[in-house]
T-cell receptor, first 115, second 117 residues
Framework: NAGVTQTPKFRVLKTGQSMTLLCAQD?????MYWYRQDPGMGLRLIHY???????AKGEVPDGYNVSRLKKQNFLLGLESAAPSQTSVYFC??????????????FGPGTRLTVT | QQQVKQSPQSLIVQKGGISIINCAYE??????FPWYQQFPGKGPALLIA?????SEKKEGRFTISFNKSAKQFSLHIMDSQPGDSATYFC????????????????FGTGTRLQVTL
C-alpha cells in the first residue's frame, strides 16, 4: 500500500513552459486535493475533486487546471508557468465522509521552480 | 482574508518542556479542527483533531484545548522531545460529511518547532 504518490519530485521550468503533475492514490478515496505550500503562507487549496470526472476550484485556482479521469489519479496542469508558481505542491486524498475516516492523506510533494 | 491565524511562527523548547501553539478562527461555521505535523521533505500528516462538542482532547503527549466562545484552539505538546521538531499546522473546516461535499480545510500559516537537548 503506497498511499499517495506524486510525480515528479522536483522540476525546473522556464517561464511560459507547461507541465503536468501526477498524483496517484491506492486507498480507494473519493476525494482528492491539490495544495501549494509557500513560506509563511501555510497550505492553500488550488483545486479539488469529489469523484471521478468532477473537479472544483479552491482558494487559488488561477493559472492551474486539473483533471480526474480515473478515481485513483488527479492531475494538475500548468499551461504557461510563471515565477509566481514556484512552490511546493502537495496532493492529498480522503474518504468522503465520517470521522476518523475523514483524515486527509498527503503525498510527499513536488518542488517546482519556475525561472 | 486569512480565516485561521496561527502563532507563534517559530518556537524553541528545551527537551522535556511544554510546547504550546495557538490558533484563532473567524468563521463560526467551522466545526472540525485538526492539527497536522510536517517533517522536512515530507507531506503533512494528521496528528490530532477535535470537534467543538468537547473542550479538550488528549492523545498521548499531545492535547488540543478548544474554546468555542473565544474561537480559539491550541496544541500542547507535553514532555517535548527532539523527535517532535517539525512544522505544525492547525486547520479548520465545515465538517459536513453527509452532504457529499468536500470538507475543505483552511490551514494556518504553520509553526516551526525546534526541541533542543
Amino acid at each position: 500500500n503506497a498511499g499517495v504518490t506524486q510525480t515528479p519530485k522536483f522540476r525546473v521550468l522556464k517561464t511560459g513552459q507547461s507541465m503536468t503533475l501526477l498524483c496517484a492514490q491506492d486507498m480507494n478515496h473519493e476525494y482528492m486535493y491539490w495544495y501549494r505550500q509557500d513560506p509563511g503562507m501555510g497550505l492553500r487549496l488550488i483545486h479539488y475533486s469529489v469523484g471521478e470526472g468532477t473537479t472544483a476550484k479552491g482558494e487559488v485556482p488561477d493559472g492551474y487546471n486539473v483533471s480526474r479521469l480515473k478515481k485513483q489519479n488527479f492531475l494538475l496542469g500548468l499551461e504557461s508557468a510563471a515565477p509566481s508558481q514556484t512552490s511546493v505542491y502537495f496532493c492529498a486524498s480522503s474518504y468522503s465522509y465520517g470521522t476518523p475516516r475523514y483524515e486527509q492523506y498527503f503525498g510527499p510533494g513536488t518542488r517546482l521552480t519556475v525561472t | 482574508q486569512q480565516q485561521v491565524k496561527q502563532s507563534p511562527q517559530s518556537l524553541i523548547v528545551q527537551k522535556g518542556g511544554i510546547s504550546i501553539i495557538n490558533c484563532a478562527y473567524e468563521n463560526t461555521a467551522f466545526d472540525y479542527f485538526p492539527w497536522y505535523q510536517q517533517f522536512p521533505g515530507k507531506g503533512p500528516a494528521l496528528l490530532i483533531a477535535i470537534r467543538p462538542d468537547v473542550s479538550e482532547k488528549k492523545e498521548g503527549r499531545f492535547t488540543i484545548s478548544f474554546n468555542k466562545s473565544a474561537k480559539q484552539f491550541s496544541l500542547h505538546i507535553m514532555d517535548s522531545q527532539p523527535g517532535d521538531s517539525a512544522t505544525y499546522f492547525c486547520a479548520a473546516s465545515m465538517f459536513g460529511p453527509y452532504t457529499g461535499t468536500a470538507s475543505k480545510l483552511t490551514f494556518g500559516t504553520g509553526t516551526r518547532l525546534q526541541v533542543t537537548l
